[in-house]
């Protein structure tokens, strides 16, 4: 049977500052209320087993007290006792019954209750249209190894879901993407097939001082030299590739960015 319940002024009035440009239209009947009530007689009907079943173990003491005083009566009282027993254990049964029931339909009503709770609120998000929110990371990796590429795009991915993930074979690509995508951080080689890394690097970063876009080397050479040349030209970091994990590549690119601070609207011209 559907239950039809009319919401009052006040919560239509609290349903629409609520559910945010009126959504509260979608929806007439305050469910809750209807769930209270049903809530409230399952309580009563608890209450009544409870003194049925204390009822009739007191009366069960009684007799078992009379009988073991007056034996000789056990045979006058003990047909009409059971007929009243017998009596009491079906009306037991049928509260338990009464029971059963209103618990089944409260958890009918409260699985009513979330699925129009769900329509109310995913109408009123589709009125509101999409959430906006922060655009997600975009790393670029520049390296000529196809291998090392999927290895390190794989732990990013792994250790950041949201990570947007780009690959380039050839530092002309990388650069090509940088100037048509918006590229938070680029993580590159410095030995590449068709030009010097550091030519990259210097079109990356023209102003080493003060950087725009974050580069993070990501090396198999471990030279001196080359790592201090490579962070006085704008890296921001230089790792070896032998010596550095997924989670320290991808805390090194959080810390690259969040130093330089890139708008993201920055494309190479």
Known sequence: MPVVVTATGDEREFARRTLLRGAFDLITLPVDREQTVRTVRLALWHSTLRTLIARKDLALATYQDH???????REQFEESFTKALALVEETIASVK??????????VCFSDFATQVEHHVRQRALNRLGPVSGPAPTTVLLID???EDREYWAQCLKTRSPGCIVLEAETGKAGLDLCRSQRVDCVVMELNLSDMSGFEVLWNLVPQAQHPRRPVVVLAKTVFAPMRQLAL???????????????????????????MVKPTGTDLLT
């Open 67 to 73: 009988m073991d005083k007056y034996p000789r009566e």
């Open 97 to 106: 019954g009464t029971i059963l029931q209103l618990d089944e339909s409260l």
């Open 144 to 146: 000529s190894q196809k």
């Open 232 to 258: 006085n030209n704008g890296a921001r970091a230089y790792l070896v590739k032998g010596r550095t994990s997924g989670e320290e590549l991808d805390r090194t690119i959080r810390t690259a960015i969040a």
